[in-house]
């Protein structure tokens, strides 16, 4: 159940709503007004960073249609991260190395997670489990500044910089899939804990990822990277996991009543249907940071 927002905190909440809204909406008639950039030949990091980056918003996309649908869009910022996101999609599809629309996701994004936080903190009992389980997700307007983060990595990556926010681009990479995995992982366990780890197939995201995350952290740091192979291998486990997710979610929603004829309502009842392909995405980019720092260490 939905706690109402005090009445004078509501029309403030929703000017800033409408700000970020208008902030979606500017870098997209920017973006359609702005001569393209010269085009770069994104080699396959960046092409990897790329797709990331478009997995990841059309993920985020789908889910903030849905939950923010089930909402009713009281709040006109709930618009801002469907328009980021598919703006996102679009750019990084096609590989576009423009600045303001991921620049965009991320501050669209911050800001969601801004609204997400007032969202649990306004309801009875502030910082509770059970507002953490049934309030505003806090981890996923994350994913969008990821997406955001991830298409303005690949710019520099293509043009063969060095160096990323002051650290050499593999492992700054490296420590970015790592915390996204974290993160996601942290948003699984806390929706599988509600429903109280009822499969075994529940564990898996809240160990597999953990173990890669573990693994790429170490191929952040300084020095030699960790096993290469086994990394690789948790984060090509991640991928599968991303899409075996969206069957077992699929499988949930079947078994609410109604199942699937009763679409309409399940959809937003049942486990969220685009939530697991984050997996996906942020193993995509792990296996192209690791590749990076794999060529960065050869002398």
């Known amino acids: 159940m939905n706690a109402a927002a005090p009445a004078h905190a509501r029309p403030a909440a929703r ?5 970020a809204l208008g902030l979606a909406l500017g870098a997209l008639l ?3 007004r702005r001569p393209a950039p010269p085009p770069l030949a994104p080699d396959r990091t960046a092409h990897r960073l790329y797709q990331a980056a478009a997995l990841l918003a059309a993920s985020v996309l789908s889910d903030s249609a849905l939950e923010h649908y089930r909402g009713g869009f009281e709040n006109p910022g709930m618009f801002a ?15 576009k190395p423009a600045s303001a629309p991921y620049a965009t996701a991320c501050a669209v994004g911050t800001a969601g997670l801004g609204f ?7 309801r009875p009992g502030g910082l509770s489990w059970a507002n953490l389980f049934y309030a505003a997700p806090l981890g996923a307007p994350a994913a969008l500044t ?3 983060v991830l298409g303005l990595a690949a710019r520099p990556v293509a043009a063969g910089a060095p160096t ?4 050499p681009s593999g492992r700054a990479l490296c420590g970015l899939a790592a915390f996204g995995l974290t993160g996601t992982s942290a948003e699984a366990a806390l929706l599988h804990f509600r429903g109280a780890f009822q499969h075994p197939a529940m564990w898996l995201p809240v160990s597999v990822p953990p173990a890669a995350a573990v693994l790429l952290a170490g191929a952040a740091l300084p020095g030699r990277p960790g096993p290469r192979r086994l990394t690789d291998a948790l984060l090509k486990a991640c991928t599968w996991l991303g899409a075996l997710g969206m069957v077992f979610h699929a499988r949930g929603i079947a078994r609410q009543m109604g199942g699937w004829r009763n679409w309409s309502q399940n959809l937003l009842a049942g486990p969220p249907l685009p939530a697991p392909p984050s997996f996906s995405a942020l193993a995509l980019a792990g296996r192209a940071a690791l590749a ?3 060529v960065q260490e050869r002398p």
């Open 292 to 294: 990076l720092r794999t």
């Open 30 to 32: 920017l973006q359609r």
């Open 81 to 95: 991260p469907l328009a980021s996101a598919a703006v996102v999609l679009g750019c990084a599809l096609r590989a």
């Open 164 to 167: 990323l926010a002051g650290l």
């Open 146 to 148: 990821l997406a955001g």
């Open 116 to 122: 997400h936080a007032y969202n649990v903190l306004r």
């Open 15 to 19: 000017a800033l709503g409408a700000a």
